[in-house]
């Protein structure tokens, strides 16, 4: 098992564990959270398992997991528009260290990678996973306003 690995199960273990067991119990605020929160990390585990494993295919899910995580999470916020509206959630607490993960997993990726197409594709994927969670936070942060008819 190499250093890579190490991480990722770590990761998996300290942060995706509790972040799935956030998403199964609790009020839809902290799940929605837990949901975002996860997707994150698990696209982070994925890009330190690609680089302990010398897959690059487990890159490319970590791509889609990128953009996918964040759309989903504005799917949620949509569908779950008023009861978010009635307690709605403080996801700004989670993109600080969102921001601070995805930095700490990619740019020593991007430094082991070295120059190229590989290196490339991490900067791209950490700055959809950066851009992602800012992204959902404020939309679960704003509630929808209601429509009102025209009268």
């Given at each position: ?9 770590a990761l998996l273990l300290c ?72 307690d709605p959630p403080r996801s ?60």
């Open positions: 098992m190499n250093g890579w690995l190490a991480a990722a199960a942060g995706v564990g509790p972040a799935l067991w956030g998403v199964a119990t609790g009020p839809v605020r902290r799940r929605v959270v837990a949901q975002n929160l996860a997707t994150l990390l698990t696209c982070l585990a994925l890009l330190l398992l690609a680089r302990g494993y010398h897959r690059t295919a487990y890159v490319d899910l970590g791509l889609v997991l990128s953009l996918l995580g964040p759309v989903g999470t504005l799917v949620y916020a949509r569908l779950l528009a008023d009861e978010l509206a009635e700004s607490r989670t993109t600080w260290p969102a921001v601070v993960a995805t930095l700490l997993v990619v740019l020593p990726l991007c430094v082991a990678t070295g120059p190229g197409r590989g290196m490339v594709k991490l900067l791209v994927i950490g700055a959809l996973l950066i851009a992602g969670n800012v992204v959902a936070a404020r939309a679960l942060d704003d509630p929808i306003p209601e429509m009102v008819p025209d009268e």
